[in-house]
C-alpha cells in the first residue's frame, strides 16, 4: 500500500487500484507499506504520483528517504525557519522551509 497527501487529500494505493493522478503537496510525507518488511518512509516536497496498470509512479519535485535524513538539520532548518516567521508574518520562503523541515522529521520518524 501506498499513502501520499495530495492537494486534494490523503490517498491511500492498493493493489489493483483504478489509474489516477494527483499532485503532491508541498512538505508531504510519502509513505510505502511493505510485507515483512519496514515502512519506506519519504519526504515528498511537490510533484506528481500516477497510478496505472498496477504501478505507482512519483514524480518529485525533491525527496529524501526518512533513513538518510539528517535530524539535526532538519530541526536547525525548522528553527530558522520559525524564528523568520516569527519576525515576520509574510515571509513565504520561511513557511515553505518549516514545511519541508517538518515533513523532513516527520519521514524521520521524529515528533514534530
Do not use: C, W, Y
Not at 535524513?69 to 532538519?74: E, G, L, R, S, Y
Request: glycine content about 10%; cysteine-free.
Amino acid at each position: 500500500m501506498v499513502i501520499a497527501k495530495t492537494v486534494d487529500g490523503e490517498i491511500g494505493i492498493m493493489p489493483q487500484h483504478a489509474p489516477v493522478l494527483g499532485v503532491l503537496v508541498e512538505g508531504g510525507v510519502l509513505r510505502v507499506k511493505r510485507e515483512g518488511e519496514g515502512d519506506l518512509v519519504a519526504a515528498v516536497h511537490g510533484g506528481f504520483i500516477s497510478v496505472a496498470d498496477n504501478e505507482v509512479s512519483v514524480l518529485a519535485e525533491v525527496a529524501e528517504l526518512g533513513s538518510e535524513v539528517d535530524v539535526a538539520a532538519a530541526r536547525d532548518a525548522l528553527d530558522r525557519a520559525q524564528a523568520s516567521i516569527e519576525a515576520n508574518q509574510e515571509d513565504v520562503d520561511a513557511a515553505i522551509e518549516a514545511k519541508r523541515a517538518r515533513a523532513r522529521l516527520r519521514a524521520a520518524g521524529e515528533e514534530v
